[in-house]
Every structure is written in structure tokens, then in C-alpha cells.
């Protein structure tokens, strides 16, 4: 379950996959998978994609608390065909189409069985060390975290239902719904799908910020309601907020901040309304220093997220019907040679006109 290991294993098909071995350094290397449990399946990926964490992991070896002391798989956005079930399985057959969920969790602690298992401390998420990540031929995994995808919605969006989750996560969190007008900083591929989730749920109005031109214009066409181009400092806040507010035209009363930066965070507070709600979202800065005491006095809740639950049946729905088309997200394609993960790992890291850079194995 995401925990296999170097070497060929039994004699079958070589099962390969893209480890990350050290600082800018992948390899595509033999990757042993587990035995076949009688409630896991086994699934051949086709659509794997590239997420900040996996670029932050390649250039850095480690992600706030989470260091990669050795080789680990990359990847957790991922797609794929059923290859074989195990015997207690009777949801899924072989031959179907199913987007996967990432994390494992231990369905034992407080939170499990509280209903909120992405909190669980003996979580195993994909590509989060010491857990291999998706990006291999094959993968055995859980049945019960293979959703399968309607005829209408290709591989490639049953890959996007991963960081579409974090949107549909986030909106939940801070309760969007037809009477909230939405302010989002970033616009970046988190901040599109919070945007698309946001729209979905059915936000009045939403604005988004962006320090990029481009990616600004990016969110414009695909259906924000009015985009404001920030700067990175500090000393613009009290004149943007005006400029925010006036693109808003009303009360802001969801600001969700996808980019997790000091001057984000401490606009969100300052430009929502009394009574209003900061959801954070990125983590562009393991601590912040933001104007807490004045967005307690007007009663602004703060509330945070961590990855998501229970959202691939929204995110599947959300496709099938139209409601969502995640398809302009995905910017480059690559195939899964060494050249061409290096190549795309390359193009996902220089930002610019890349939002979702996805492979097709």
C-alpha cells in the first residue's frame, strides 16, 4: 500500500517508477509492490500528476516537518486501470477506470472515528516520507480508496480529483454557498480549483489576487468575477485592500488564501468583514506574522486545512455533470522516460504558463 521497495520482485512484468534519490536528482528505478491484499487492488497508473510539494521535495528533500532521508517514489495526483482485485472485493472489477486517494489512514484513532481522518497522526499519504508516491507502472492500493470514474470523465481529471479536493476541502471549511461573495489569494493551480470549488458551490461573487499578470489573466478566463494584481510588499496592504474591496463591490465574507505568505494572510484579515472567515490554505511560510488582535475584534474566524476528506464523490460529481471542467488546468503532457520526467519536473518548477503538468504513462 504505497510502501513497496527496490528490486523486480516475482518474476512478472519489471514494475518501474520515478525516485527521487536526492536534491534535483530522479531516477527511474525498479519498484517492488506489495502483496496483494484481500481488500486492496492493483491498478496500472495512465495519469499521474505533478503537485508543488513534489517540486518542493526534488529541490529541497524535505517539506516542513516531512524529510526524505531516502529514495522515495514521487507523486500522489493519480489515475489508473483496475489490473486485479483482491478476494474480498465487490465494488470494482478489473478493467475499471479509478482515481485514487492518497492517504491511508489508520480507521482506529480519534479522529477516524470522528469522521475526520485526514488528521490521523498514523497517517499513510503517497509521496510523503517514508511512504512511496504514485508515480510507477503499478500501485497496490485500498479498494475502498479507488473511486470509479463515470464513461464522460477521462483519466487525466480523475488525477486532478486530488488538488480539486483541496479546493472542495477548503470551501467546506470556510462554509461557501450561494450568499457568500469570496475573495482568493493566489492564482496559482491551487487557487484556480479553490475558484472552480467556489463556483460549484455556488459563491455570489469571486474575486482572486495575483502578484502575475498571467496567471491573472488565466483566472479571468476561466471565470473569476474580477482579478486585482497585488505586490509582494508589505507596505501596499492598506491601499490594496481599497482596490480589493472596490472589485468586490460588497462585503467580503470568505477570504481563502492559498498562497500562506505574511502579506496574504495579513490582507485576508484585514479585508474580510466583521464576522467574516480566513481559511489558509498554502503554506508559502512556516510562520506568520499577521494583525490577529483587530480581526479578533471584528469576530474573524480563522480556520485552516489539511489535505481533505471525503471529497473524491463531490470532485467525480462535480465532472460527470459539468459542473467542473478541470481540463484547461492541465498546461503540459509528458511520457515516462527519464528525460522526459526530468523535462517535466523542469517545466513544472519554472511556473510561468505551467499549471498542471501531467503524465500519461
Known amino acids: 500500500m504505497g510502501k513497496g521497495g527496490e528490486g523486480s520482485g516475482d518474476g512478472k512484468e519489471e514494475n518501474m517508477a520515478a525516485w527521487l534519490v536526492s536534491v534535483n536528482t530522479l531516477k527511474i528505478q525498479p519498484y517492488q509492490l506489495p502483496p496483494l491484499g484481500p481488500r486492496d487492488v492493483r491498478v496500472r497508473m495512465k495519469a499521474v500528476g505533478i503537485c508543488g510539494s513534489d517540486v518542493h ?15 522515495m517514489v514521487i507523486g500522489h495526483e493519480c489515475a ?4 486485479e482485485v483482491g478476494s474480498e472485493v465487490k465494488s470494482l472489477a478489473v478493467g475499471d477506470r479509478v482515481a485514487l486517494e492518497p492517504g491511508i489512514s489508520c480507521s482506529r484513532c480519534k479522529y477516524c472515528k470522528g469522521g475526520r481522518y485526514n488528521l490521523c497522526p498514523e497517517m499513510k499519504f503517497f509521496a510523503t516520507p ?22 464522460n470523465v477521462s483519466l487525466e481529471e480523475g488525477a486532478m480529483c486530488e488538488p480539486l479536493s483541496v479546493g472542495v476541502h477548503a470551501c467546506r471549511r470556510a462554509g461557501v454557498g450561494p450568499e457568500t461573495n469570496v475573495l482568493i489569494m493566489g492564482a496559482g493551480p491551487i487557487g484556480l480549483v479553490t475558484m472552480f470549488a467556489a463556483r460549484a ?6 474575486v482572486i489576487l495575483d502578484v502575475d499578470d498571467y496567471r491573472l489573466s488565466v483566472a479571468k478566463s476561466l471565470g473569476a468575477d474580477d482579478i486585482v494584481k497585488v505586490s509582494a510588499s508589505m507596505e501596499d496592504v492598506d491601499e490594496e485592500i481599497i482596490q480589493i474591496q472596490k472589485a468586490m463591490g460588497a462585503d467580503i465574507d470568505v477570504t481563502i488564501d492559498c498562497a500562506g505568505f505574511s502579506k496574504t494572510m495579513s490582507t485576508a484579515l484585514n479585508a474580510t468583514c466583521a464576522g467574516g472567515k480566513v481559511c489558509l490554505v498554502g503554506m508559502g511560510h512556516h510562520d506568520l506574522t499577521v494583525p490577529l488582535t483587530p480581526a479578533a475584534a471584528r469576530e474573524v474566524d480563522i480556520v485552516g486545512i489539511f489535505r481533505y476528506k471525503d471529497t473524491w464523490p463531490l470532485c467525480i460529481e462535480f465532472l460527470r455533470t459539468g459542473k467542473i471542467d478541470v481540463k484547461p488546468l492541465i498546461t503540459h503532457r509528458f511520457g ?6 526530468e523535462e517535466a519536473f523542469e517545466v513544472s518548477a519554472r511556473g510561468r504558463d505551467a499549471i498542471k503538468v501531467m503524465f500519461n504513462l
Not at 458551490?201 to 469571486?206: E, G, N, R, S, Y
Open 57 to 71: 521535495y526534488l529541490k529541497r528533500m524535505s517539506l516542513a516537518h516531512f524529510v526524505v532521508k531516502e529514495p
Open 80 to 83: 489508473g486501470v483496475i489490473e
Open 130 to 151: 517514508p511512504v512511496h508516491g504514485s508515480l510507477a507502472n503499478q500501485l497496490v492500493h485500498p479498494a475502498e480508496l479507488c473511486f470509479k470514474l463515470p464513461d
Open 201 to 206: 458551490f455556488c459563491a455570489q461573487k469571486i
Open 336 to 341: 515516462f522516460s527519464q528525460k522526459e520526467v
